[in-house]
């Protein structure tokens, strides 16, 4: 018999944290990891000095920061840098818009296999699981003994894109995706969307499946 | 005769519509337009005619009328007839001090002589202060006339404010006129032709003090606390709304370009480019003939003028976006503890140094 000893088991999944940690980069600000980051000394006497009752070289200190970017910016805006349109951050919104991050959480939606079945097996997990109550199931049974939800609704007005129903899913049913756009209504009642509403097919959110299971499968389970 | 009156109604007709038709509307989007610019931002871009935004120099057109069509509101218990007179009282002095600022010398064209100034008065610094210390009544009767606790209070500030700095200003100035011994403008512009005579070269002191006083006659940051929008709303004119509103803004960019007027007159130079008399500009269009060289060097120094007062708005808008808001108890011990005796050291020192 050659069962694992407790150790042996804890050494186990040790080692799948640790991997699955490997996969997640540390958190960087600019090419600094953040746990090698030192805090600016500040300066705390508030005093100011004689220098700085002057205030004409303080303000021309300023004014000379504020000139700088205005030149710089102006230049930007004239003459832009490579292909693009200037030089200032500012997203120009319903004409462009961001990339999103990989982690992003937009509207929850369920998944739609090929033959436009969900994969939804209505055990309640996201319903129990959810804190804003948003989602209520009602499940049901096929021909073939398969278990789906006959009823699926989701209240998008209650909703806080929290994303817990999407850890939850044992099936990778329910998945947050990446739309943020037209979720606002004047009337309370559209803003309950049933299952047909929610259904998207898996392709679309092949990118988002393949995230989830590097995120959670690991770490959870 | 009616040369003379041509003349007269065709410069009164040129500062008109350079500052109420070109200035007034487009300073508007300047202020929106370089602060974004200095703080990396886009600014206004939106509104558009059949798809052409024009760099956003249609928004004015856009807020001009928006505030038209807007309800011309007048609070319960208000005053109605001072309520109503405040904007004017604001606006028309801001709009008459620019007459007697020169924009140009004296030339001769066909026989005729010309002035480039609307009044040419021989106490011209004397006529912009009188009538700029007259916009002090607008406010503090808008603010008082209103019936609103805010407007109230900062019609008290601004009088406050006004009141103490307008003698620092006066103080500055005289500097200046001691320097070149003449308050008519004209004669003071035309001393300054060579470079090294301007006055920012002989009042350097005179010229920061005059720039701090101004701004802060013209309640702009850092001395904006009449109207300082995170303490009292919106000051003096809280209470006022359509047309009215657009009087005070109006009034507030006109006593800008007056401020740079008269910096650029006394400080900077007036008419004259740096380096080039107007001898070397006549031998530089003689190719036009006599008359014909005196338009073009007309029309150069009438460019160079408004450049200077392009630069001089970019300043000072550089100067509101850059700097935080003074406290009130800051302001009046800048006003009355700092600027004061540096204004009468500076004309103590100034009468030594034209003694000696």
Redesign the interface.
């Given at each position: 018999m050659n069962t694992l000893g407790i150790n042996e088991k804890k050494t186990e999944i040790n080692r799948n944290l640790q991997s699955s940690v490997s996969i997640l980069q540390p958190y960087m600000i600019g090419s600094i990891p953040i746990d090698k980051l030192k805090p600016k000394k500040v300066r705390k006497n508030t005093e100011l000095t004689l220098w700085e009752r002057l205030y004409?070289p303080e303000?021309v200190r300023?004014?000379v920061?504020?000139?700088r970017?205005?030149i710089f910016?102006?230049i930007g805006?004239v003459f832009p840098p490579n292909g693009k349109k200037?030089s200032?951050?500012?997203v120009?919104y319903p004409e462009e818009k961001l990339t999103l991050p990989d982690a992003y959480r937009g509207r929850p939606v369920l998944v739609m296999r090929e033959d436009g079945t969900e994969r939804c097996v209505a055990c309640g997990l996201c319903e129990k699981i959810c804190p804003a109550l948003c989602i209520s199931i009602l499940g049901g049974e096929r021909e073939n003994k398969e278990r789906y939800p006959t009823y699926y609704t989701l209240d998008m007005s209650l909703c806080v894109f929290c994303g817990f129903c999407e850890e939850v899913c044992p099936k990778e049913a329910i998945l947050m995706s990446d739309e943020y756009e037209g979720l606002a209504e004047y009337d309370r009642k559209n803003m309950l969307y049933p299952k047909e509403k929610l259904l998207v097919s898996e392709k679309k959110l092949q990118k988002r499946i393949d995230y989830v299971r590097k995120i959670y499968s690991k770490c959870n389970y | 005769m009616i040369a003379d009156l041509i003349e007269a109604v065709a410069k009164i007709l040129f500062i008109f519509g350079v500052n109420m038709g070109f200035f007034a509307p487009v300073l508007g989007w300047v202020e929106r337009k370089q602060s974004a610019v200095m703080q990396d931002r886009v600014g206004a871009n939106r509104a558009d005619i059949f798809g052409f935004t024009l760099i956003g120099l249609l928004h004015p057109v856009a807020d001009t009328i928006k505030l038209l069509t807007k309800e011309d509101f007048i609070p319960a218990g208000a005053n109605k007839l001072f309520h109503t007179l405040a904007p004017f009282i604001t606006l028309t002095p801001a709009l008459i001090a620019f007459s007697v600022i020169p924009f140009g010398g004296q030339y001769e064209i066909y026989g005729h002589t010309i002035n480039l100034v609307i009044a040419d008065l021989d106490v011209g610094i004397l006529f912009i202060f009188a009538f700029a210390s007259l916009s002090i009544y607008g406010v503090v009767l808008g603010g008082w006339s209103s019936n609103n606790n805010w407007s109230f209070l900062g019609a008290m500030r601004a009088s406050a404010q006004m009141l103490s700095y307008e003698v620092a200003m006066g103080l500055a100035i005289i500097g200046v006129i001691m320097v070149y011994g003449s308050l008519r403008l004209t004669d003071i512009g035309a001393m300054q032709e060579n470079f090294f005579k301007w006055g920012i070269f002989l009042q350097p002191i005179g010229f920061i003090l005059f720039i701090a006083c101004a701004t802060a006659e013209n309640k702009r940051i850092p001395f904006d606390i009449p109207e300082a929008e995170t303490e009292i709303v919106a000051g003096y004119f809280t209470e006022y709304s359509s047309m009215k509103f657009i009087m005070f803004w109006m009034a507030e960019f006109l006593e800008m370009i007056t401020i740079a007027g008269i910096i650029t007159t006394l400080f900077l130079g007036a008419w004259h480019i740096p380096f080039i008399s107007s001898k070397m500009l006549l031998s530089l269009f003689s190719f036009a003939g006599a008359n014909g060289a005196t338009i073009l060097v007309m029309l150069t120094n009438i460019a160079t003028f408004f450049t200077k007062i392009i630069f001089m708005i970019w300043f000072q808008m550089t100067i509101r976006w850059t700097l935080p808001r003074f406290r009130y108890d800051q302001m009046m011990k800048l006003g009355w503890k700092i600027l004061l005796p540096l204004s009468l050291i500076n004309i103590f020192i100034t009468g030594l140094v034209l003694l000696l």
């Open positions: 004409i303000i300023g004014m920061v504020t000139t970017h205005f910016n102006m805006f200037r200032i951050f500012t120009y | -």
